[in-house]
Structures are given as structure tokens and as C-alpha cells.
């Protein structure tokens, strides 16, 4: 099975095997340099809207998945490797470490973050974890709920027929770019399928705020040209 955008080789994080393991810190988000967009949680659209425009795409199997664009083009963006002034999606933050699908914790073994050289001890001395590996669980555990009820929304929201393709485009100076491959919600739709049932369920899910936060934060497409323009000023 293919590993997850920037995992490249996911093994267990194992007490015995990686006794001696350490976490050494990053302040850079190197390993995603050649991304234009980034999986967001439901949970985060509020923050990431005010950096990024959030749609959804629609992958080989049907299924919808919420995105913050970062560029405008086919790869890479203009926030270098520290993303300073902007939100650092979950995704990002939670490298290299993920949870299968199991529970099970895995982390990405080439990555610089865990080794035996330096850093802060995963394992104390009778192998239990430590409080650092805790919170590194505790995050990953808080973020695949939050994921798990995204993938729940996009689902429900394919299956009432509430996202459409996005017919909106930008006018650049080597042309226009379209955003035809992304989704958004028709919020007129919206109000016309959802019952009463429906809203009530919605509100409690926090479902109602996303949605609002989504269609917010296509207003944020300027956003990512100011960042496009500032780059090109400093590269000149």
C-alpha cells in the first residue's frame, strides 16, 4: 500500500527496537515544500481559513477529502520551510509519527525527527513511555478523531448531492488559472436539502461552523496571491 503524502517509510514505533530513540525537535516543514495543498481536519477550518482557501477534491474512489490550497501552482508554494505568519495544518505538524489504522503508532523512519543521537527520550529506562511520547500519542489520537468525523461531513455532504465543482478563476499575468478540479459547498442548496432534523444534528456536530468557515475562506485565494507577489519581490 502506497504510505500517506511525505511518509516514506512507516515502520512501528517499538519500546524494545527503539529504546535508545529520541525526538530532536523541527522548526522546518522541509519535507513539504513541493506541495501546493495540504489535508485539513474539519476542526482547523476556522484557523487555515484566514491563510487558505479550503475546497474539497474528489478522489479516484468517490470520495471527497478537504484540502487548504497553498498555490496557485502545480507544485511547491511561497511559505518556504518555516510557514512563519501562517497556520500550520495538523498533517504537517504531526510528522513523522502517524496512527495506523490499528491504533498502532508508526513514524517515518528516514526522517530526521527520531534517532538516538540527540533530543528529548521517547523511553524511559524500563521502556515505559515517556511524558514526550505521551503527548505525542494524545496528539495523534485527538487528531484521527477529528479526521474521522471530517471524512464522515465530506461523506455526507457527497451523498446530499451538496458539493459542486468551483467555477471561480483568477486572472494572472501569464493568464488565468481555473479552479475546475476543486468542490465547494452550494450553500443555496444547503439550505434548501437540510431539515430541521438535519441542522439540529449538523449544529451539534460542529458542522454548521464548518461549512461557514469553508465558504469563508475561499475570500483567502487573495491571500495566496499576496504571498506569491511578496515572494517574487524578494527574489528579484
Not at 498502532?104 to 515505559?128: I, K, M, R, Y
Not at 501569464?174 to 449544529?203: P, Q
Request: proline share 5%; glycine share 6%.
Amino acid at each position: 500500500m502506497r504510505p500517506p503524502l511525505f511518509y516514506s517509510n512507516l515502520v512501528p514505533l517499538d519500546k524494545e527496537k527503539h529504546k535508545a530513540h529520541k525526538l530532536k525537535k523541527q522548526d522546518s516543514y522541509a519535507f513539504a515544500v513541493n506541495a501546493n495543498s495540504i489535508p485539513v481536519a474539519g476542526f482547523e477550518f476556522f484557523e487555515a481559513s484566514r491563510n487558505f482557501p479550503i475546497f474539497f477534491v474528489k478522489g479516484a474512489d468517490g470520495i471527497f477529502i478537504p484540502v487548504a490550497i497553498l498555490s496557485l501552482r502545480k507544485a511547491g508554494h511561497d511559505l518556504g520551510e518555516k510557514w512563519e505568519d501562517a497556520y500550520v495544518p495538523a498533517y504537517l505538524r504531526r510528522y513523522p509519527f502517524i496512527l495506523s489504522a490499528e491504533g498502532v503508532v508508526l513514524f517515518d523512519e528516514p526522517a530526521p525527527h527520531v534517532q538516538a543521537e540527540e533530543g528529548e527520550d521517547l523511553f524511559d529506562e524500563n521502556g515505559e513511555p515517556t511524558e514526550v511520547a505521551k503527548g505525542i500519542i494524545k496528539f495523534l489520537e485527538q487528531i484521527d478523531r477529528g479526521y474521522r468525523l471530517t471524512e464522515e461531513f465530506a461523506r455526507v455532504l457527497g451523498e446530499k448531492e451538496l458539493l459542486e465543482p468551483f467555477k471561480g478563476s483568477v486572472k494572472l499575468s501569464e493568464g488565468s488559472v481555473s479552479f475546475g478540479d476543486l468542490y465547494s459547498i452550494n450553500e443555496k442548496k444547503m439550505h434548501e436539502v437540510l431539515t430541521e432534523a438535519d441542522v439540529y444534528e449538523w449544529f451539534k456536530k460542529g458542522w454548521l461552523a464548518w461549512s461557514l468557515a469553508h465558504l469563508h475562506s475561499i475570500g483567502s485565494i487573495n491571500e495566496i496571491l499576496i504571498r506569491a507577489r511578496n515572494a517574487a519581490e524578494k527574489s528579484q
